[in-house]
């Protein structure tokens, strides 16, 4: 915003008079955003939430030109899109569009931005850091420590080695690539499979092998690590047969979305010995219920979908997502636009 203000771009939107509505979801949200956000966000919109929208359309509807979303919640449906008659764009919180209905939102007109770059390396560094607390059994480890069992401190007790280890990226996207890198650094050997293959340089520059094949990934892994975003065909990418051509000591690691995996072929793989261990900062539904076998299976980390969640992340993220508003609001590109393929 700092810097929007240097370029005067502040005053170009605010010289209308009235301050566009805008329609935030996100601060009533679970996850939140810092008092200081708001501060910034007032000075160029008049802020509505979702619950004063619904107590007062009709003052609200004609008047709304974006809406902030965050989490996918709620959602944007042609219930809501069909109210907001003045609706210019959509920024999203996250890499991740799969909760919106990106070619009925085109048809209306309507620009959809994301915020990919504040997420990826987060996002990235989650994935190395449960690769690495599944590897070294850490939440084991961690209960063991602090309420020792001495006759669980056994020379059995032996975790995997990480460093020179095979790692299979199924996504080479932002994220998928930013991993690659990480694991460089410990020597890691590199597969993966993405839709299209990267331009030689980039494999060069990870020391990173395409596997055409998915297959061929899964049986050569140690470790597999999901970041391909959630589409009708990474849907259910990763079931029953999948899991059987892993390794039984391999490592499913997924940071995208919950609905990549077949959740029952994985609850019964983890149990039966059929892949080694699971560590998921996604899983479907979220969070999981009380009673699910995932949340009692010692050869499983969760963690509850926080790839982005780091202070820094957040606030680039509604920096982000604020100057696509200020952006599309001023007739300008919109630095993070969302094209249709
Ligand atoms: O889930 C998080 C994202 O889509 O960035």
Redesign the pocket.
């Known amino acids: 915003l700092s810097r929007m203000k240097a370029c005067g771009q502040q005053t170009r939107v605010m010289e209308g008079g009235e301050l566009p509505g805008v329609l935030v979801f996100a601060l009533e949200g679970p996850h939140g955003v810092c008092e200081a956000h708001i501060v910034e966000l007032q000075k160029h919109f008049r802020l509505v939430t979702m619950t004063e929208f619904v107590e007062n359309k009709t003052q609200f509807c004609q008047k709304i030109q974006a809406i902030y979303i965050w989490g996918g919640k709620p959602a944007v449906d042609w219930e809501l899109l069909q109210s907001l008659p003045s609706l210019k764009i959509i920024a999203n919180g996250?890499?991740?569009l799969d909760h919106l209905d990106l070619p009925l939102i085109t048809s209306l007109g309507v620009t959809v931005a994301n915020t990919p770059q504040a997420?990826s390396d987060p996002t990235a560094d989650l994935g190395m850091a449960l690769l690495l607390a599944a590897a070294r059994r850490v939440l084991e480890g961690c209960r063991l420590a602090v309420a020792p069992a001495a006759e669980e401190f056994c020379v059995n007790w032996m975790g995997q080695e990480v460093t020179r280890a095979t790692l299979g990226i199924v996504g080479m996207g932002s994220i998928g690539y930013k991993i690659a890198r990480r694991a460089t650094a410990f020597e890691m050997k590199i597969l993966y499979h993405n839709r299209t293959r990267r331009k030689l340089e980039e494999e060069a520059a990870v020391g990173a092998t395409y596997c055409e094949r998915l297959d061929s990934l899964l049986q050569q892994s140690d470790f597999v690590m999901l970041a391909a975003s959630l589409t009708p065909q990474t849907r259910g990418l990763i079931g029953r047969r999948e899991l059987r051509l892993m390794k039984p000591t391999a490592v499913l690691i997924n940071v995208s979305r919950g609905l990549l995996v077949d959740q029952d072929a994985l609850v019964e793989a983890l149990q039966t010995g059929v892949i080694g261990a699971a560590a998921l900062d996604v899983t479907c539904p979220e969070p999981l219920p009380r009673d699910h076998p995932l949340l009692t299976l010692k050869n499983v980390t969760l963690t509850p979908?926080i790839?982005?969640a780091t202070h820094q992340a957040r606030w680039q993220m509604m920096r982000d997502m604020t100057d696509s508003i200020l952006a599309a609001l001023g007739g300008r590109p919109i630095p993070n636009e969302v094209l249709l393929p």
């Open positions: 996250g890499v991740g997420v979908h790839g982005s």
